[in-house]
């Protein structure tokens, strides 16, 4: 019985597990397909190649809608260099040209409608639709050449943009003109970020895809990119990595601006993306702000101790430890010229601190001047003096703590 269950249990796992990677063999093979799929040979696409001429005409001679897609995968933001880094899989952008179906229907016809006409053919009855790769070509190259037209397209106001992966023209069998990037990196300075209220801060970014093509080009999103916003926001976000952040939202539409001055007549059209995240403030709560609330906290109390019994030495260390948490967290926090919601937070109980020592210094001083070991050796009318003192630092210390942590908040909350 033993040996049959055994046998059960090792079925059972070679089939779940081999079902598993079948999955994820699949998956790569499908992302692979929708990278390129040629249809034409080479010798055939050498051919359409030789007749493309869309890129000698510097400027278009009519109206042309670009598609545009892009899919955004990884953000990393360097707080210290005040730098974000933005990681795209796929970025395309693509329109239709008249003239490119009629050069690829000569080809064909020049080859007295090789089995190719028939292949494509059968393709377009499968697929039911004339949208089909049938030739890929290098981009930078083509551009060069002269076989495609340059749109300058580019990240606006980028530092850098990097790609381990040559771009690529594709041509569709119905006259349609793919620009596709891959692995792109692409780095924004971000000086402008605000974090007063570091921890809790939130941003708003806006990234620009544009052309340098200011007459009679416009974009637009393509189906492909619609949808892939909506999968992403019903996912919220999660299939966009961004360590230390939270998505909340992340949004792409087309839009344009009057050109300045002398080319006022001229439009800048874009494609621009927004990103609203949030800050994962959570492990800052259990490793910066309550060791920090504890120690204030520890400080306040440290009144009710005797000074005979090391108030001044509690309070001395209290003192070293919140100087120690300041340099052990200081590499955490980005270098900023103003005051951070945090920073106000460590100023406040290096305040209260300062303010007991100085009030225990006095406590020390006036018991000593009486010539008596201890408060309670003092006379009634000694001690009554001391207790109000007392009695006013307990009271108005919490009180003006709390008020200038309010009033810090605010003010940084209004700025």
Known sequence: MKKISLILILLFASIFFSKSYAIEVSSLKAEKRLIFNQLFSKHTCAKIYTQLK????????????????????????????????????QRTVFYKERDLETIIFKVLAAQDFSDELANI??????????????????????????????????YDNSLRVESNVSPKVLI??????????YDEEVQYAIPSLNYRKYPFDSHELKFLITSEIYSKLYFERSDKFKVLLLETKKNNFSNISFPGWTIKKYVSYPNSETLDDVYSDYQKHFVVSELTFVR???????????????????????????????????????????????????????????????????????????????FSY???????????????????????????????????????YFVSLITGYFTMLAT
Request: charge should be positive; glycine fraction near 4%; proline fraction near 2%.
């Open 362 to 400: 006095y406590e020390s001083y006036f018991i000593r001047q009486r010539m008596v070991a201890q408060a309670s050796d003092l006379e009634d009318s000694e001690k009554s003096i001391l207790d109000k003192w007392r009695s006013r630092y307990k009271i108005y210390i919490p009180i003006i």
């Open 280 to 358: 994962n403030w959570v492990s800052f709560l259990y490793k910066m702000l309550f060791p920090l609330i504890g120690i204030t906290i520890l400080i306040y109390f440290a009144v009710y101790i005797r000074i005979a019994d090391g108030r001044i030495a509690v309070l001395s260390t209290l003192l070293l430890a919140f100087v120690a948490f300041d340099f052990v967290t200081v590499g955490q926090r980005p270098e900023l010229p103003y005051i951070t919601l945090l920073d106000w937070l460590i100023f406040l109980g290096y305040a209260m601190n300062i303010i007991t020592l100085l």
């Open 54 to 89: 869309f890129g000698l005409k510097k400027k278009l001679d009519k109206e042309v809608m670009l598609e545009s897609y892009h899919n955004l995968k990884r953000v990393k933001i360097d707080e210290n260099d005040a730098l974000l880094t933005m990681s795209f899989n």
């Open 121 to 154: 053919n059968k393709t377009i009855t499968n697929a039911k639709s004339k949208k089909i790769v049938v030739c890929e070509y290098d981009l930078n190259r083509s551009i060069e050449d002269g076989s495609f037209f340059n749109f300058n397209l580019k």
């Open 172 to 181: 569709y069998y119905d006259g349609t003109i793919e620009y596709a990037y």
